[in-house]
Structure formats: C-alpha cells, structure tokens
C-alpha cells in the first residue's frame, strides 16, 4: 500500500511539474536568445503583408477591407491577378505586382480559405515521407501547387525580369497554405534560374508569413539566404509539428489537439526529433515578433528577434489563447508596420544620445549566420545536411556570359518549340540510391548551373 501511494505521489508531482513548464511556457521563449533584427532587413515585411491583403480585393481602385494606412500600392503596376476561378484548386488565388520603386517583381498567394473545399485536398494531398526534394522531404501538395503556379507565370515572370532590365529582385511571398506554396516556389526557382533568364540567387526572395511547416531541416537550413519566415508570438501552425492534412482535419477542435500534440512530444527525445529526415519545419531565417510577456496583460510594443536555429526550431506548442489570433495575417501587418516604426526611430541615425540599458546586438553578418547554421547542421548529424563548403560549390561556379545564356536559350528554344516543363526539371534534381538512400543527382545539379 505504501508503495503505491508513493508511486502515485511520484506521479502526481512529476505531472504537476510537466503542467506547471507548460503553462508558463511562453512564446516569447523560443527567441529569448537570438539577437534583435535590424530594420533595413525586415523593412520589406510590412509591405509584402500588405501585398498578400491585397490578393483579397477585387478592385484595387475601390478597395473594401484596406489595412490602416491603406495598401501603399499603385494598382496600374498589378500585372495579374488570379481567382479561385483561373486556378482550378490547383494553388491559391495570387497576384504579381511589378513595384518599380523597390525595384521587384513580387508574386503574393493567400492563405487558407476555410470555405474552399480545393484548399483542403491541396493540404490533404500529403502523407509523411511521401514526396523527396532536393536531398530532403517536402508536403507534396504543396510542391505540385508551386509547379503548377510555375508552369502558368513562369514565361511571364522571366519575361517582367527581363523587361526591366534584368535588375529587378524576384519576390515570392505567401500566407499559411500560400507560404508553403511561396517557399517550395522558391526553392524551384533558385535550382533552376536559367529558365528564369539565369536570374541570380541573390536576386531572389521568399517571405513566408504565419509559415506551414513544408520542408525538411536540412531545406530549411539550406535556403536560409533566400526564404524568411515571419511569425507572430504564439502563432500555432510554424510550431505544430503534427502534419498538415491532420491539423485542418481537427481545426473546429484545434485547442484539444495542440494540447494532446504536446503531451505527446514530451516524451519524445530531442535527438530522435533531428534524426527523423521526414519531419517538416518552418523554412529558412525566422524573425520572431514579440509583443506580450509572462503574466502582462495587454500588448507590448513589438520586438522583433531574428535567427537560422537548426535545434529548437520552434519545437514547443504555446498553450495560449492568442495561438489562432497570431496566426492572422491582418495582425501581422499591423505589428511589423509597428515593428519596423519602433527600429527606425531608435537606429543610431536618428539617436542623439546613447540608451541607457544595451540591448543585444547582431555580432555577425547574415551570411555568417548562414554558414553558421549550415556547419552546425552537419555537426548535429541532421540527415542530409550539407557543409558550407559543399553546398557553396555549385554556388561559386561563374555564371555565363549574357551573350552565352541567350544562346542557349534560343537553341533550346528552337529545338523544343515551348516553354518549360517545370515538373521534369524538379524529377532530375534528386535520385534514389540501391540501398533506397536520398542522394542528389550530381549531374543534374551541375548542368543547371
């Protein structure tokens, strides 16, 4: 009898413990430790929230829903815009908008529509290690939304590029369902730049807000430089680790499953977590906006951190009532504008004076941070992963001569009579081994370059 009661007095604190971690976890945990952002590099953030608004306007000359301030856009410079009607439920409604006072070429997809049956078959069409992607796993859903958005705009968006002047910077940005869609687009893209008239990796970016978890850790690692994902305190869907199709499967009961999904990860190890190739993660360098802290009411002035974790990437559900409110992308505008008037007005341009409490600083470049994250990833023996040196090889390669791409370009051209078929190019980016191992098709990699 003693001995039973003193195993459930055991228990009964080991619980209580576990609830008490749980509910005092907070969001603003996962970032406690990186470094703050810098206002130059989250100053597109605001804008490109506004531009995936603004997907949901009819008529951006007589707009209905405008965020405060407006949509700062010009709505002659939308070159299309694309309903549920054109799509088919093949990928999102979306928009491309040649902003010629950045200097960008954007393409913005929406995020879920709870009432478009299309969207859910695009989520359920996944099941966990079923689609391999450039030496990772990816949501096959997903990936087949991008191709086909890639296989519909693609000449039209090298034909924007070249148009003007071959200067411009490429932008994919998305919001839940569409950033998956967006960052899996990227990715396509920078592996095949050629067929965008050999736009430069630098040249292309990915902004994927209240991001789906829909690639792989060494993907996410990898194209950090290219994909930003911007997340708001205690958002639910960057941090639920369970799949997609299971999530929206439950989302009129979504607070009982994120409790049981965190019950449940407790008792998995982190390393088992790491190991696993076919766990999807949030993509790329987050930036984390924090608002609210422990036992405060109200909200903060935001915060915003910044980093590329390859461990503790977001692992940990966030037992709040803002979990689902974090996730809107009306919310998320209106902070980072907030966010991004905060860093601005407290830059060493516009101080006179020093501040009384030092805050933590960036110490190093994001490019450091890049190969940083690349290293450790291979040190933590994530599947997969690639050394700085390694994934820097292709890289480095010169790029031909304008004279020599258009060449080519037109021979292939001649010889093909259409455009790119973007499906084929992405089944000769990787290749199965005898032992049933993912590997990369060296060959294909080195002819694209």
Not at 319 to 324: I, K, R
Request: net charge neutral.
């Amino acid at each position: 009898m003693s001995v039973s009661c003193g195993v459930e007095c055991v228990f009964v604190l080991g619980f209580a413990r576990w609830m008490w971690k749980r509910c005092t976890y907070v969001g603003s945990d996962d970032s406690a430790t990186w470094p703050a952002a810098t206002a130059e590099e989250f100053d597109a953030v605001p804008r490109v929230c506004r531009l995936i608004l603004a997907v949901y306007e009819t008529d951006l000359h007589n707009p209905q829903f405008p965020p405060a301030g407006g949509y700062k856009l010009n709505p002659d410079w939308v070159v299309k815009r694309v309903a549920y009607e054109q799509t088919l439920g093949r990928a999102p409604p979306y928009l491309i908008y040649t902003d010629h006072d950045k200097k960008e070429i954007v393409l913005a997809i929406r995020g879920l529509n709870l009432a478009k049956e299309s969207d859910y078959k695009l989520l359920l069409d996944n099941r966990l290690g079923r689609q391999m992607f450039d030496g990772g796993f990816v949501h096959h859903g997903l990936l087949k939304s991008a191709l086909w958005l890639l296989n519909q705009e693609g000449d039209t968006l090298r034909r924007l590029w070249e148009e003007n002047g071959r200067q411009y910077s490429m932008v994919f940005a998305g919001h839940s369902l569409g950033s998956g869609v967006a960052a899996l687009l990227a990715v396509v893209v920078v592996n095949h730049r050629d067929k965008l008239g050999g736009i430069p990796r630098n040249k292309v970016r990915c902004y994927a807000v209240a991001p789906a978890r829909c690639m792989s850790l060494n993907l996410a690692v990898k194209y950090a430089d290219v994909i930003n994902s911007v997340i708001l305190q205690d958002d639910f869907l960057p941090r639920t680790p369970t799949p997609l199709e299971d999530i929206f499967k439950s989302i009129f009961c979504l607070p009982c499953l994120l409790f049981l999904v965190c019950l449940r990860d407790t008792f998995i190890p982190e390393e088992r977590k790491l190991r696993d190739p076919r766990r999807l993660y949030a993509p790329g360098r987050m930036y984390h906006i924090v608002e609210r802290r422990f036992c405060r009411c109200g909200r903060y002035p935001p915060e915003v951190r910044t980093a590329i974790p390859v461990d503790g990437r977001f692992e940990h559900i966030v037992l709040s009532c803002n979990a689902t409110s974090d996730h809107a992308i009306i919310w998320i505008e209106r902070e980072s504008q907030k966010a991004v008037q905060l860093m601005k007005e407290s830059s060493p341009e516009t101080i006179t004076t020093a501040p009384k409490v030092q805050k933590f600083e960036r110490l190093k470049t994001i490019e450091k941070e890049h190969k940083d994250a690349l290293d450790r990833a291979v040190s933590l023996n994530i599947p997969h992963a690639v050394a700085t040196s390694e994934d820097q090889s292709h890289e480095d390669e010169p790029e031909p001569s304008h004279a020599k791409r258009e060449d080519a370009s037109e021979t292939k051209q001649k010889s093909s009579g259409k455009s790119a078929n973007w499906d084929q190019l992405v089944e000769k980016l990787f290749k199965k081994s005898e032992s049933g191992d993912l590997t990369l098709n060296k060959n294909a990699a080195a002819s694209k370059e």
